[in-house]
């Protein structure tokens, strides 16, 4: 149970970071003057896997991701590259899941920062950039603060999300290989499933408190950062 919780802490640092910093990258793209003719049409593109239904999407994922007649080997072959690994080393596996994962959730933690964005109070930007202030100072000193309220709300959320992430697990890799995505609620289901259900029952109640806590200590430290 132990490797469970490291592997699932690992997922969870790498998925929250990942899909946090993307987010905000889209939302910035999204929100630039250069895109607003197709600005609809870019937002529905990455909120759509949103929606899109859990297990029919990660069933196309690990059939993308196959060795054998998968469409991602295809094309790395068919441009004289090396194929992946995808769900046959644990690594490949491991990273498999980062990728679906940031793929299906993302797009709302963008909409959450485009959102905060379009908040913003562009006279703050417009006095750093008459005292000349470059855009990297501006976007760390002016826009960044102005977006603590969705950080949080993104960073919170995704780690509820990432802690329990199960779907793509059963779905793409059953735990595999050699237990490298056996997370945390997989390993409860899997107690569960071969009847062991004291232990499985302690495992999501004691899964639920970790969440629990961790949250609020996140939100807390967020919180109660200077602005």
């Known amino acids: ?8 802490a690992a997922f969870t640092a790498v998925s929250v970071a990942l899909n946090v910093s993307l987010a905000l990258a889209l939302a910035m793209l999204l929100s630039h003057r250069l895109l607003d003719r197709g600005r609809t049409l870019f937002k529905l593109a990455i909120f ?6 859990d297990a029919a999407s990660f069933i196309v994922w690990k059939w993308m991701f196959n060795q054998n007649f998968g469409v991602v080997n295809h094309l790395l072959l ?3 590259l090396p194929p992946a690994p995808g769900l046959t080393t644990p690594g490949g596996a491991f990273t498999t899941l980062v990728l679906v994962e940031a793929w299906h959730h993302v797009g709302l933690y963008a909409v959450i920062f485009l959102t905060n964005l379009q908040l913003l109070d562009r006279s703050l930007e417009e ?9 990297v100072q501006r976007f760390v000193n002016v826009t960044l603060p102005q977006l603590r309220p969705a950080i949080t709300i993104n960073t919170i959320y995704a780690l509820i999300e990432f802690l329990k ?9 059953k735990g595999g290989p050699n237990f490298s995505t056996d997370f945390i609620s997989y390993y409860a289901w899997s107690k569960f499933n071969i009847g062991e259900y004291g232990e499985a029952a302690a495992i999501a109640t004691v899964l639920f408190l970790a969440i629990f806590a ?7 430290g967020m919180d109660s950062s200077p602005p």
């Open 1 to 8: 149970m132990l490797s469970s919780i490291w592997r699932t």
């Open 48 to 53: 759509l896997p949103v929606i899109t239904p």
């Open 78 to 80: 068919a441009l004289g």
């Open 127 to 135: 006095a750093a950039h008459i005292d000349g202030a470059s855009a």
């Open 165 to 173: 992430t199960f779907t793509a697990v059963f779905v793409i890799t």
């Open 214 to 220: 961790i949250v609020a200590a996140a939100y807390h």
